[in-house]
């Protein structure tokens, strides 16, 4: 019978060992989180700037098909649908409908730029959702880096 009890006691963990398991599972946890975190944010940028760069290529497709770049504000929409008004459209330039950027606000477009106002600007709010921060994410600026 002393056996037993011997034996069941050496299998089982104390309850020092067990803190101290969570504390060092803490620590690792510590370390490593702010590491992953700083990543999510960084990897919807670069979304936003791959998805900015395939809206400029259809958006030049559709200026050398029609003479011009779509105008108004639902001019990132016209890629996918023809307006009316619009001859010699051989969309659509885009596979599927105008995504939401990462952080799901709508992506802004604006022809003549105010950014570049010799082109069009296509602008993700970034992270604060608020349009002119500097976490704005602009066609022009990614061109130029």
Avoid: C
């Avoid at 992953?36 to 960084?42: D, H, P, V």
């Avoid at 003479?67 to 619009?86: E, F, K, M, T, W």
């Amino acid at each position: 019978m002393n056996r037993r009890i011997r034996f069941r006691s050496r299998r089982a963990f104390t309850l020092v060992e067990l803190l101290l398991v969570l504390v060092i599972l803490g620590i690792l946890a510590a370390l490593v989180l702010p590491k992953f975190t700083g990543r999510t944010e960084q990897a919807r940028t670069t979304a936003a700037q791959t998805q900015i760069s395939t809206f400029g290529t259809a958006l030049d497709a559709f200026e050398v098909d029609t003479g011009s770049y779509p105008r108004g504000q639902d001019g990132l929409n016209q890629l996918v649908i023809q307006p009316a008004d619009v001859p010699n459209w051989r969309g659509p330039y885009l596979k599927s409908d105008i995504p939401l950027d990462p952080w799901q606000h709508p992506y802004v477009y604006e022809f003549p730029g105010k950014v570049n106002p010799t082109g069009y600007d296509i602008r993700s709010m970034g992270p604060d959702g608020q349009a002119g921060t500097p976490d704005d994410i602009v066609n022009a600026r990614i061109s130029s880096r």
